[in-house]
């Protein structure tokens, strides 16, 4: 059962980020999460702080947004939840085109009040040590 709540958990927050509905996003998110993006500072404290990134990340493509979960895997024990998988996500740029990559995410949730709301977020992605950059062009 815990699985297929972490599923929907999961469909929720995606459909949010392909929204660009930032208090729709940040509801998934308990108010002291701890997160590690790609974009940005080496750590995000608190959901005020992760909002004010989101926001300037939906800010960033005009258009729609691609958030599309690749075969998630999920561990559930007791009230802790763990899910990991491969994104495709993305954005229209200016000339209409969608501009998108894979990233690499891990989400630890917990139950509180009845729902499953993620308290550490991490994505990734992969680089080339030589070069150090990021290796957005990699497919699954």
């Not at 972490?6 to 997160?35: F, P, T």
């Not at 894979?102 to 994505?123: A, D, K, N, S, Y």
């Amino acid at each position: 059962m815990s699985q297929h709540q972490l599923q929907d958990a999961l469909n929720s927050w995606a459909e949010a980020c392909r929204s660009k509905d930032v208090a729709r996003i940040m509801s998934h998110y308990v108010e002291d999460v701890v997160a590690y993006d790609a974009v940005g500072p080496l750590r995000f404290q608190g959901r005020p702080t992760y909002q004010a990134h989101w926001q300037a990340c939906m800010e960033m493509c005009s258009g729609p947004g691609m958030f599309d979960p690749h075969a998630p895997t999920f561990t559930a024990e007791a009230d802790l939840g763990v899910t990991h998988y491969l994104l495709h996500c993305g954005g229209t740029n200016e000339k209409g085109e969608m501009d998108s990559c894979w990233m690499r995410v891990t989400q630890c949730l917990r139950r509180q009040g009845g729902r499953w709301l993620i308290f550490h977020e991490h994505f990734s992605a992969p680089c080339d040590m030589e070069s150090g950059k990021a290796l957005f062009d990699l497919q699954p």
